[in-house]
């Protein structure tokens, strides 16, 4: 299967082969039947992830893809085609405040540009639909309190896009954690990268991407070091590294290495960048053993041992998981076992102000 990092290498690609594979119980072994509520979904932003996303949820029992939202009349017609979506569910960027006298859509799942993450979901909120919204949700933490506040307000939900935290390896690495098996967890490592192919895509413009490879790819270790130690960071250390000055423009980070440290004493180091390949580990280290990811955040299978060998688990495409998941925390009120919300979210968006800040300043920058 073509990864993500391949995937965003080869600039210009808009379409993705489906990934049929089985549909499983969901990881938490939920057994769905006829009578259950459906999550209806738009897909906001028709590009690769949209599609990938699109595809997935082919094999959700929970949500259906209803609707989509796009400023390509062309896509909007070949999606109608492809996913059976009926005109009456078909916005553009003007128009989707519509959106809010249209009974037959539940949620709109914004996966265009960062910056647009914000706008976007706050007027969603305001049509009085529930959002589910990519990561990095929105561009720093003072955007993301805003879309916090406006999903509030128009008492709708407010998810963030953190297909992991619904991976079953991942969630038995955590369950083990919790449990005290590692041990005091007092060390981890993320390193999230891969080379960034064309250098005119949005992901290298400042305005867009609200950064560079912190905010796409580094955001996983920093998700990662708080799911995997089970604790919120209260200071972090940052180095930024440019190899490219012409590729990664001021604003874009190409490479940051940066260090978190816990209230337990824990600590984590890691590696964020655009200019390395196969670069998708998490290592966490305890004084009674240890567990390994690698690959950890890409899009499958993931890999993951620990001291006392392989951990197994069926490999069900992630995003497929993600919607059935979403569609029971929004109809039901369930609760997952690692959060999915705006606050979770928002936790994020703070560390990395605060790991810019780092970087510019060079300085140890406290969270508390
Ligand atoms: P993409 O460039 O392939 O798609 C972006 C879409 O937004 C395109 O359809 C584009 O037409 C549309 N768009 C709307 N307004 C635009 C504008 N002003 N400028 C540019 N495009 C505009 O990007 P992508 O890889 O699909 O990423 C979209 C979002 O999804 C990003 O926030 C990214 O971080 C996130 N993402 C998440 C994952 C994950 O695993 N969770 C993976 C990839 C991307």
């Known amino acids: 299967m073509q990864t993500r990092r391949q995937f965003i290498q080869k600039a210009g690609l808009t379409t993705l082969a489906a990934v049929n594979l089985p549909f499983a119980e969901s990881f938490s072994g939920s057994v769905f039947s006829k009578?259950?509520?459906?999550?209806?979904?738009?897909?906001?932003?028709?590009?690769?992830?949209?599609?990938?996303?699109?595809?997935?949820?082919?094999?959700?029992?929970?949500?259906?893809?209803?609707?989509?939202?796009?400023?390509?009349?062309?896509?909007?017609?070949?999606?109608?085609?492809?996913?059976?979506?009926?005109?009456?569910?078909?916005?553009?960027?003007?128009?989707?405040?519509?959106?809010?006298?249209n009974p037959d859509i539940d949620a709109v799942y914004v996966i265009t540009p960062n910056s647009l993450h914000k706008p976007y979901a706050i007027r969603v909120a305001q049509a009085g639909k529930h959002v589910i919204c990519e990561k990095p949700m929105a561009l720093n933490a003072a955007e993301a309190k805003e879309m916090v506040a406006a999903c509030k307000s128009a008492g709708v939900h407010l998810l963030v896009g953190y297909r992991m935290h619904f991976e079953a390896k991942t969630l038995e690495v955590v369950r083990r954690q919790r449990a005290g098996e590692f041990g005091k967890t007092l060390f981890f490592q993320g390193l999230s990268g891969f080379?960034?192919?064309d250098p005119n895509q949005w992901r290298l413009n400042k305005e867009l991407a609200g950064g560079g490879s912190m905010m796409d790819i580094g955001i996983y270790s920093v998700n990662g070091a708080r799911y995997m130690l089970g604790e919120e960071p209260i200071w972090v250390t940052a180095q930024e590294v440019k190899?490219?000055?012409?590729?990664?423009k001021e604003g874009v980070d190409e490479t940051i290495t940066f260090q978190m440290g816990f209230p337990s004493g824990a600590v984590a180091s890691c590696l964020s960048t655009y200019s390395l390949n196969n670069l998708d580990k998490f290592f966490l280290n305890g004084t009674k053993g240890f567990a390994e990811m690698q690959p950890s955040t890409g899009y499958g299978p993931i890999q993951?041992?620990?001291?006392?060998?392989?951990?197994?688990?069926?490999?069900?495409?992630?995003?497929?998981?993600?919607?059935?998941?979403?569609?029971?925390?929004?109809?039901?009120?369930?609760k997952p076992i690692i959060p999915v919300d705006g606050a979770e979210g928002l936790r994020d968006m703070v560390i990395i102000d605060a790991i810019y800040k780092a970087v510019r300043t060079g300085e140890k920058v406290m969270l508390v």
């Open 35 to 101: 009578e259950d509520k459906i999550l209806r979904v738009a897909i906001m932003g028709l590009g690769s992830y949209g599609t990938r996303v699109a595809e997935a949820m082919r094999d959700c029992k929970r949500a259906k893809l209803v609707g989509v939202v796009s400023g390509t009349p062309s896509k909007i017609e070949s999606w109608k085609e492809k996913y059976g979506i009926p005109a009456k569910n078909c916005y553009n960027y003007e128009n989707f405040d519509q959106i809010k006298d």
């Open 195 to 197: 080379i960034i192919g």
């Open 243 to 248: 190899t490219d000055p012409i590729k990664f």
């Open 304 to 334: 993951a041992w620990t001291n006392k060998g392989p951990i197994e688990a069926e490999h069900i495409t992630h995003q497929t998981t993600q919607m059935d998941e979403m569609a029971q925390i929004i109809l039901e009120g369930k």
